[in-house]
Structure formats: structure tokens, C-alpha cells
């Protein structure tokens, strides 16, 4: 699958939409890519999640961060026959009041999944969430890499490699297209 398919992908569910945008951080943009549109979109989200299920391995564990990623990991957990978890932002105030659902041992190997990366600061703390629980959390792959807000940066300085589908400069090279 190469990066252009991604973003034809991404493109035929109309994921990326152009104009002012105020971003979740507090910034604005030009552009924006709609994580809900291109996670309910059947053709991107197969897309996407066989792209990533080519990047993992059998003895690893997904890990989806609540909410936007949760699609993703479910997705890709099927494609790549690989079991998965859910690594929440904040505890629930009922039930068993967990970080993470979902069945995770001491030790294992997880690659976290995440839909758009801008600051990171949501992929990291999942990514302490999952360690406190126990995980080895050394990779994160990305749909999306914003390449703004030194995000990239922020999760390569709590340890973990992370791997982008698609950067924003590849993304908007033929805006026109």
C-alpha cells in the first residue's frame, strides 16, 4: 500500500476540508482532517487499518486512545489478528473505574495506535497510562502527522518511535488534487 493510496483514501471520504479551523490545542489552521469522517468512511478505515496492520507484528498488542483512535485499533485488530486495548484519557467515575480496558499483562509489547498527531500530548499520555499499567510501549503509529506544535518531538522524548501513514506535507503536496 503506498502513501498515496492513504491519502486517496483519505481524500474519498472528504477527510480533509479546507479553511479557518481552531484546532483541540487552541491553534488554527488552514486545513483539517475530520477523524470522524474518515473513521465511519468502510474504504478509508480498511485502507488505513490494513496499512497498519502490516506494521505490526503477531506478538504485539494494539493500543487505541479513547476516542478517536478506538475505530482504528478495533480495525486493525481484525486485520492483523492481533488482540487490543483502550487506553482511556481520564478514569470513568463507575464501573471498574480502569485507564485501560481490556486485557493487558505485565510486559507486553504494545503499539499504540492514534488517529492525528499535533502537540502529542494525548498520545503521551496514553502512552504513561499504558506503562503504569504494566505495558512496554516503544512504538505509536499515526494516521496523520500534523508535523506542527513539535509533536513528533513530544513523543519521541518519552521513548517511543512514532511512525506517521501520512505527513501533512505529503497530505497537502497537490492541494488541487
Same mark, same amino acid.
Given at each position: 500500500?503506498?502513501t498515496q493510496d492513504?491519502?486517496?483514501?483519505?481524500?474519498g471520504?472528504?477527510a480533509?476540508r479546507f479553511g479557518?479551523f481552531e484546532?483541540?490545542?487552541g491553534?488554527t489552521s488552514?486545513?483539517?482532517?475530520?477523524?470522524?469522517?474518515f473513521?465511519?468512511?468502510?474504504?478509508?478505515?480498511?485502507?488505513?487499518a490494513?496499512?497498519?496492520a502490516?506494521?505490526?507484528?503477531?506478538?504485539?498488542k494494539l493500543?487505541g486512545?479513547?476516542?478517536?483512535?478506538?475505530?482504528?485499533?478495533?480495525?486493525?485488530?481484525?486485520a492483523a489478528e492481533?488482540?487490543?486495548?483502550?487506553a482511556?484519557?481520564q478514569?470513568?467515575?463507575?464501573?471498574t473505574?480502569?485507564l485501560?480496558?481490556?486485557?493487558?499483562?505485565?510486559?507486553?509489547?504494545v503499539v499504540?495506535?492514534?488517529?492525528i498527531?499535533?502537540?502529542?500530548?494525548?498520545?503521551? %499520555? *496514553?502512552?504513561?497510562a499504558l506503562?503504569e499499567?504494566?505495558a512496554? =510501549? !516503544?512504538?505509536a503509529?499515526v @494516521?496523520?502527522?500534523r +508535523? %506542527? *506544535?513539535?509533536?513528533?518531538?513530544?513523543v519521541?522524548?518519552?521513548? =517511543? !518511535?512514532m511512525?506517521?501513514l @501520512?505527513?501533512?506535507? +505529503?497530505?497537502?503536496?497537490?492541494r488541487?488534487?
Amino acid at each position: 500500500m503506498t502513501t498515496q493510496d492513504l491519502i486517496d483514501a483519505l481524500r474519498g471520504a472528504n477527510a480533509v476540508r479546507f479553511g479557518e479551523f481552531e484546532l483541540s490545542h487552541g491553534g488554527t489552521s488552514e486545513y483539517y482532517v475530520d477523524k470522524y469522517l474518515f473513521e465511519t468512511d468502510p474504504h478509508c478505515l480498511s485502507t488505513i487499518a490494513q496499512a497498519f496492520a502490516d506494521r505490526v507484528g503477531p506478538d504485539d498488542k494494539l493500543a487505541g486512545v479513547a476516542l478517536g483512535a478506538v475505530p482504528l485499533a478495533a480495525a486493525t485488530s481484525v486485520a492483523a489478528e492481533v488482540p487490543y486495548v483502550i487506553a482511556r484519557k481520564q478514569r470513568k467515575e463507575y464501573g471498574t473505574g480502569n485507564l485501560i480496558e481490556g486485557r493487558l499483562d505485565e510486559g507486553e509489547d504494545v503499539v499504540v495506535l492514534e488517529d492525528i498527531v499535533t502537540t502529542g500530548t494525548s498520545l503521551v %499520555e *496514553a502512552i504513561e497510562a499504558l506503562r503504569e499499567a504494566g505495558a512496554t =510501549v !516503544e512504538r505509536a503509529l499515526v @494516521v496523520v502527522d500534523r +508535523e %506542527e *506544535a513539535d509533536g513528533r518531538q513530544t513523543v519521541e522524548d518519552a521513548g =517511543v !518511535e512514532m511512525e506517521a501513514l @501520512v505527513t501533512a506535507s +505529503e497530505l497537502l503536496a497537490d492541494r488541487d488534487g
